[in-house]
C-alpha cells in the first residue's frame, strides 16, 4: 500500500517535471507513412554533393538532446531580444540546417502538420550514421518541438576541456551512464574540430608544461602546425580521426594511443570502467556498433517539447 502511495506520487510529480509521452517505431505509419524515406532522400541527397553533412547533422541532434530534450530547441532562429540555442558559443559551428529545412518541406507536402522537428533530427542523425557505414537502428518516434530556446542554456554543454567527473555528472544528470558516456563520445569517428577546441592542450597546457602530458608528442606537434598562433585562419583545425567520414571505432584505438583530440576523449582512459569501455571498443567494432545504437536510443529518448511545428525555425 505504502509502496503504492510513493510510486502514485512519483509518477504525478515526474509529469509535471517532464511531459510523460512514449515513443514508438510504428509512430507514422498510418498519419505519414513515406516520412521515413522523405527525411532519408533530403540527407542523401545533401551528403551527395557535401561530405561533411552526416558529422554535422550527428552532432546537432546531439545538441538538441542535451538541453531541454530532444525537442528541436536547437533549430529555432534568434527572434527579437531572445538569442537562440543556435547562437551560443557551442552551436555557432553547427552547421547544415537547411538539411532539417528540405525535409520538413517535403514532409509538409507529404502529410502536413504531423511529423516533429525532433523526430526529423533523431531520423537524420540515424541516416547519416548509415551513410557512413555505421549500424541501422529503427529510431523510436512521436517527439514534440518546445517552443523555448535560449542561448545562455548552451553552457550546459559538455565542454571539451572536462575531465571525467565532469562528463559523469553532465550525462548522468540526462539518465546517461558511464557505458553511455563512452558509446556514445564514439560519434567522434566523423567529422571536423576547430583549433580553440583543443587549443588549450597544445600551448600553455598549465604553469609547469606547455603540452597536455596525456597527448602524443607526434599529434602535440601536427596541431601545433596546424594552428599557428599568428594569422590563423578562421576555419583552421583537423578532422576528428584520419577516417573522419567512416563510421568506425578508430576512435578508440587513437585514445590508446594518446591520440585523442579532446581533454574529453582522453579522459575516458582516466578510470578503470570507462578504460575498459574505450579497451573493449576499440578491439571489437561490432560492441561499438552494439553499444552505439543501444545508448543513441536511450539518448535520442529524451523528450521535452509541446508541438508539432510547421517551420523548424520558428514556433508555431
Ligand atoms: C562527451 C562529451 C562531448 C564533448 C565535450 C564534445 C565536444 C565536441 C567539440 C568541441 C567538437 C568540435 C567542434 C568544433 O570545433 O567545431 C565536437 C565535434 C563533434 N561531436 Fe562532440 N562532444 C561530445 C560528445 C558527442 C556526442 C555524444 C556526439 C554524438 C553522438 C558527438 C558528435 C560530434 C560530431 C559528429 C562532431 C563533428 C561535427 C562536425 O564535423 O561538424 N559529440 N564535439
Known sequence: ???????????????????????????????????????????????????????????????????????????????????????????????????????????????PGVVSCADILALAARDSVVLSGGPTWDVPKGRKDGRTSKASETTQLPAPVFNISQLQQSFSQRGLSMEDLVALSGGHTLGFSHCSSFASRIRNFNTTQDIDPSMHPSLAASLRGVCPTKNRPKNAGTTMDPSSTTFDNTY???????????????????????????????????????????????????????????????VN
Open 252 to 314: 578508440y584505438r587513437l585514445i590508446l594511443q594518446g591520440k585523442g583530440l579532446f581533454s574529453s576523449d582522453q579522459a575516458l582512459l582516466a578510470v578503470p570502467k570507462t578504460k575498459g569501455l574505450v579497451e573493449k571498443f576499440a578491439s571489437s567494432h561490432k560492441e561499438f556498433m552494439d553499444a552505439f545504437v543501444k545508448s543513441m536510443i536511450k539518448m535520442s529518448s529524451i523528450t521535452g517539447g509541446q508541438e508539432v511545428r510547421k517551420d523548424c525555425r520558428v
Open 1 to 111: 500500500m505504502a509502496i503504492g502511495v510513493v510510486l502514485f506520487s512519483l509518477i504525478l510529480v515526474l509529469s509535471f517535471v517532464s511531459p510523460i509521452y512514449s515513443l514508438s517505431s510504428n509512430y507514422y505509419d498510418k498519419t505519414c507513412p513515406g516520412a521515413e524515406s522523405i527525411v532519408a532522400n533530403a540527407v542523401k541527397n545533401a551528403a551527395t554533393t557535401d561530405k561533411t553533412v552526416p558529422a554535422a547533422l550527428l552532432r546537432m541532434h546531439f545538441h538538441d538532446c542535451f538541453v531541454r530534450g530532444c525537442d528541436a530547441s536547437v533549430l529555432l532562429n534568434s527572434k527579437g531580444n531572445n538569442k537562440a540555442e543556435k547562437d551560443g558559443p557551442p552551436n555557432v559551428s553547427l552547421h547544415a540546417f537547411y538539411v532539417i529545412d528540405d525535409a520538413k518541406k517535403g514532409l509538409e507536402a507529404a502529410c
